[in-house]
């Protein structure tokens, strides 16, 4: 079981549906949370700072304050994301730029550079872990959500591979693959409309279950967690 309380864990998307409710139960657990957001209006208060996981230097930013900020990190929830829907055939440059920045070049940036932090909080006696969410469609790539499902799916490899060199390290990576979920993320889509998905999943659950596998010490999150009865 790993013990959250007064592990200091960046929730990276934590003005989002998922983000959020993750934020809130890990503060629950006891834990010291640094909320990431892009954009002011979604984010204020202590302990929330912004940055577009499309630059450079966005990642790196968003450990540096938490390090700055309570002098190590322990765990990195990255619940930050973007979608968009439309024929493969259609999908325009600035669309597919947005989806791989942000849902790929980005979140392996995080991985990147909270490593030595997350090292150093396992040196220290601690349980570091990562958590990402690459959604069922790193499972199942999905007509409809070609360029979606191809960055999330290049997420899940790059976890799935780093997982393995971090664990070395004493870093735990885990990839969530939640099924659609009832946040909106579908109604703010940076192109096209979302086709009409089956009963979605609650956002609660989706975000409780998250947590429940990082207390519990689980390595992974496949599609198949996340039925009613997991
Ligand atoms: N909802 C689903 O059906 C579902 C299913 C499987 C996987 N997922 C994945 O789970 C994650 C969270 O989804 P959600 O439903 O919670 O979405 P959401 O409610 O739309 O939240 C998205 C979050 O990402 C942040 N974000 C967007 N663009 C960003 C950028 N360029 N730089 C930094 N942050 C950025 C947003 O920040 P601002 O508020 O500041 O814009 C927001 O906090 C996403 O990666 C999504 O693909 C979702």
Known sequence: ??????????????????????????????????????????????????????????????????????????????AAGVVAFGPAAEVSDATLAELLEVNLVGPIRVLRDAADALAASADAGREPFVVTISGVVSESPTAGMAAYSASKAGLAAFVSATAREYRRRGIRVLDARPGHTDTGLATRAVAG????????????DVAARIVRAVVDGEKDLPSSAFTPES
């Open 1 to 78: 079981m790993t013990v959250l309380t007064d592990a200091v864990v960046l929730v990276l998307g934590a003005s989002g549906g998922l983000g959020s409710r993750i934020a809130a139960m890990l503060d629950d657990e006891g834990a010291i949370v640094v909320r990431a957001a892009r954009r002011p209006e979604s984010l204020s208060g202590p302990d929330a700072y912004l940055a577009d996981l499309r630059t450079e230097q966005g990642a790196a930013s968003l450990v540096a304050a938490a390090l700055q900020a309570h002098g190590r990190l322990d765990g990195v929830v990255v």
């Open 193 to 204: 409309s979302a086709p009409a998905f089956g009963t979605a999943l609650d956002p609660d």
